[in-house]
């Protein structure tokens, strides 16, 4: 897979199974192939700017990297914020600065395009009610989550920004910018921010060191999602999220950057409660940028700016050969989003069927070393995870306690284990330090010991030499109100894994005959739909119904709330 950054599409000719595309390739004068992520230049550089990852909450440098785990990991620099002083040139030690660097062009020749440009959230700035641009202390969803990240503006650390004090009453006001045409406001429901403002009211108690008074000021509660009423019952009974259905009237700064919320009740009642806090749940809507592009293309949008699309080819747009995913389809959260991708990707290849394989190119890896019968020599990475485990557990002595296991001759921690710089740093240290055993003290193996087995096979080492203790999921996430006892269980788990890791044997990939034909149970649309893309793509397909008649629930159905025909 080739990835292009910093980059948009500039023309589109051709048809399906034949694309020509033109792709601008803008500066980022750094030389991604060359910078090694070290952030000597964002060090040295005099010049500041305001963050726009941080949603304007801190400052960055002019040169820069957007957060600690972009792909690609390399610096660029902001030339209209940059004075040209050539302190970043002067200090690269890998020479990747490129003052010179100019826009450019690049041809591609694709059989098929996917759309997958998303959105961006409403500006809540000309809504009156919500006094938005009159204090700090009222601030958009996004502007939480950067708060309550570990890599954000505080380091996860809970502040309101008008004075840096920790919130004891935070509100949310949902629907800010969605089922409205006020100012600007969408008619449509946003669909996650529901759930969203229930997720950031019980991660805000968690984050919080003292009782935190959270309510959610809302119209309707809509947890529509698979176990999503489970949740928020949990938020209520469990945390003690108080809701509150409601229509706010207003919200109005008092005292020293406190809000007074002034709201109608279910009965009529009016009533105001003052808060140190209060966060606007704004909904989605479509950047210009990608109403821009849609034009380009010649894809048809919706009178919302979404991708115009039909019930029985929901990721398919208006122009065959291109489809679309997420949320440029329509408000949706993310498992809905990668449901789509899979669905636009599966198109795709049913399109491009007939020339599979023919621009495949292998991954060559390092030649494996035979470790076989060397003593172990164990190396250790202790992951902060952000706050998640490091604001629990102390990671610095669980550092220093696997120090002295046996057989460990290499021990350090990280902010973020997973990320792209570590990864590199951690095949760097294995070759050097002749590391033959690796023991990964992070978050869940679930999604992430493939990551780590590759940069073991990065590293020349056999990628079952490998243990991962799970000191988040099953550690800081369990007893985050008790460090002391987390910080002794993982010290536990970490010795465990070491121990493990000592008696760990390279093993050989065995290779077994793949049987290209899939049996799909159920002659429901799923089922259909499901069989007929895995035919198209030219699979063999076994479709078993129980009952005598293909259609499923479908066959009781007649129209669309569209006026389709389902029959």
Same mark, same amino acid.
């Given at each position: 897979?080739?990835?292009?950054?910093?980059?948009?599409?500039?023309?589109?000719?051709?048809?399906?199974?034949?694309?020509?595309?033109?792709?601008?390739?803008?500066?980022?004068? @750094?030389?991604?192939?060359?910078?090694?992520?070290?952030?000597?230049?964002?060090?040295?550089?005099?010049?500041?700017?305001?963050?726009?990852?941080?949603?304007?909450?801190?400052?960055?440098?002019?040169?820069?990297?957007?957060?600690?785990? %972009?792909?690609?990991? %390399?610096?660029?620099?902001?030339?209209?914020?940059?004075?040209?002083c050539g302190l970043c040139e002067k200090i690269c030690l890998a020479g990747a600065v490129r003052y010179d660097d100019s826009p450019r062009e690049t041809q591609l020749h694709v059989g098929a395009v996917v759309l997958a440009t998303g959105s961006r959230t409403f500006d809540p700035s000309d809504l009156d009610t919500y006094r938005y641009t009159e &204090?700090?202390?009222?601030?958009? &969803?996004?502007?939480?989550?950067?708060?309550?990240?570990?890599?954000?503006?505080?380091?996860?650390?809970?502040?309101?920004?008008?004075?840096r004090e920790e919130p004891r009453k935070i509100a949310w006001i949902q629907c800010v910018g969605s089922r409205s045409r006020q100012n600007g406001a969408k008619p449509y429901c946003s669909s996650v921010c529901c759930m969203y403002a229930v997720k950031e009211a019980v991660i805000a108690k968690e984050h919080a060191h003292g009782d935190l008074d959270?309510?959610?000021?809302?119209?309707?509660?809509?947890?529509? $999602?698979?176990?999503?009423?489970?949740?928020?019952?949990?938020?209520?009974?469990?945390?003690?999220?108080?809701?509150?259905?409601?229509?706010?009237?207003?919200?109005?700064?008092? $005292?020293?950057?406190?809000?007074?919320?002034?709201?109608?009740?279910?009965?009529?009642?009016?009533?105001?409660?003052?808060?140190?806090?209060?966060?606007?749940?704004? $909904?989605?809507?479509?950047?210009?940028? &990608?109403?821009?592009?849609?034009?380009?293309?010649?894809?048809?949008?919706?009178?919302?700016?979404?991708?115009?699309?039909?019930?029985?080819?929901?990721?398919?747009?208006?122009?065959?050969?291109?489809? @679309?995913?997420? %949320?440029?389809?329509?408000?949706?959260?993310? =498992?809905?989003?990668?449901?789509?991708?899979?669905?636009?990707?599966?198109?795709?290849?049913?399109?491009?069927?007939?020339?599979?394989?023919?621009?495949?190119?292998?991954?060559?890896?390092?030649?494996?070393?035979?470790?076989?019968?060397? =003593?172990?020599?164990?190396?250790?990475?202790?992951?902060?995870?952000g706050i998640n485990i490091g604001g629990v557990v102390d990671v610095p002595a669980v550092r220093d306690y696997a120090r002295t296991l046996p057989y460990v001759v290499y021990v350090e921690d990280n902010l973020y284990t997973c990320s792209q710089d570590t990864q590199i740093k951690m095949a760097e240290v294995i070759r050097e330090q002749g590391i033959?055993?690796?023991?990964?003290?992070?978050?869940?193996?679930?999604?992430?010991?493939?990551?780590?087995?590759?940069?073991?096979?990065?590293?020349?080492?056999?990628?079952?030499?490998?243990?991962?203790?799970?000191?988040?999921?099953?550690?800081?996430? @369990?007893? $985050?109100?008790?460090?002391?006892?987390?910080?002794?269980?993982?010290?536990?788990?970490?010795?465990? %894994?070491?121990?493990?890791?000592?008696?760990?044997?390279?093993?050989?990939?065995?290779?077994?005959?793949?049987?290209?034909?899939?049996?799909?149970?159920?002659?429901?649309?799923?089922?259909?739909?499901?069989?007929?893309?895995?035919?198209?793509?030219?699979?063999?397909?076994?479709?078993?119904?129980?009952?005598?008649?293909?259609?499923?629930?479908?066959?009781?159905?007649?129209?669309?709330?569209?006026?389709?025909?389902?029959?």
């Amino acid at each position: 897979m080739e990835v292009i950054t910093n980059s948009e599409i500039e023309k589109l000719e051709g048809e399906q199974g034949n694309f020509q595309i033109t792709l601008k390739n803008h500066p980022r004068y @750094v030389d991604p192939a060359a910078c090694t992520g070290c952030g000597l230049c964002s060090q040295a550089c005099p010049v500041t700017a305001i963050n726009e990852f941080d949603c304007g909450l801190a400052q960055r440098s002019a040169a820069f990297i957007t957060y600690a785990q %972009a792909v690609p990991l %390399a610096y660029s620099i902001d030339r209209e914020r940059c004075i040209g002083c050539g302190l970043c040139e002067k200090i690269c030690l890998a020479g990747a600065v490129r003052y010179d660097d100019s826009p450019r062009e690049t041809q591609l020749h694709v059989g098929a395009v996917v759309l997958a440009t998303g959105s961006r959230t409403f500006d809540p700035s000309d809504l009156d009610t919500y006094r938005y641009t009159e &204090s700090p202390n009222i601030i958009t &969803s996004m502007e939480f989550e950067r708060i309550l990240s570990a890599s954000g503006p505080y380091m996860g650390h809970l502040m309101r920004p008008y004075d840096r004090e920790e919130p004891r009453k935070i509100a949310w006001i949902q629907c800010v910018g969605s089922r409205s045409r006020q100012n600007g406001a969408k008619p449509y429901c946003s669909s996650v921010c529901c759930m969203y403002a229930v997720k950031e009211a019980v991660i805000a108690k968690e984050h919080a060191h003292g009782d935190l008074d959270t309510a959610v000021f809302f119209m309707d509660m809509r947890t529509y $999602g698979k176990e999503f009423e489970q949740y928020y019952d949990r938020a209520s009974r469990s945390h003690g999220v108080r809701f509150i259905r409601s229509r706010v009237h207003s919200v109005d700064p008092v $005292g020293d950057g406190d809000l007074k919320i002034s709201y109608t009740e279910e009965n009529g009642e009016l009533n105001s409660e003052t808060f140190d806090l209060v966060v606007l749940s704004t $909904g989605f809507e479509i950047s210009q940028a &990608s109403v821009d592009l849609a034009r380009k293309l010649g894809v048809d949008l919706d009178e919302n700016r979404f991708a115009k699309t039909e019930s029985f080819r929901p990721v398919a747009t208006s122009v065959p050969g291109i489809y @679309v995913c997420g %949320a440029l389809q329509g408000p949706k959260d993310i =498992p809905q989003s990668v449901t789509e991708a899979s669905a636009a990707a599966a198109l795709s290849g049913a399109l491009l069927s007939g020339s599979r394989w023919n621009e495949c190119r292998e991954v060559i890896m390092p030649e494996e070393s035979n470790v076989k019968g060397e =003593p172990p020599r164990i190396g250790v990475f202790v992951c902060h995870c952000g706050i998640n485990i490091g604001g629990v557990v102390d990671v610095p002595a669980v550092r220093d306690y696997a120090r002295t296991l046996p057989y460990v001759v290499y021990v350090e921690d990280n902010l973020y284990t997973c990320s792209q710089d570590t990864q590199i740093k951690m095949a760097e240290v294995i070759r050097e330090q002749g590391i033959n055993r690796v023991v990964v003290a992070a978050c869940t193996p679930k999604t992430h010991e493939p990551l780590f087995q590759e940069t073991l096979q990065n590293a020349g080492l056999n990628k079952y030499l490998f243990e991962m203790a799970n000191i988040r999921n099953q550690d800081s996430w @369990v007893h $985050g109100k008790d460090p002391r006892s987390a910080t002794e269980k993982a010290k536990d788990l970490v010795r465990m %894994a070491a121990a493990k890791a000592a008696i760990l044997e390279p093993l050989p990939e065995t290779e077994l005959e793949l049987n290209p034909v899939t049996m799909v149970i159920g002659g429901g649309a799923a089922g259909l739909t499901a069989a007929e893309n895995l035919a198209d793509q030219g699979y063999d397909v076994h479709l078993v119904e129980r009952s005598a008649e293909l259609g499923g629930q479908a066959r009781f159905l007649y129209k669309t709330w569209r006026g389709e025909d389902i029959q």
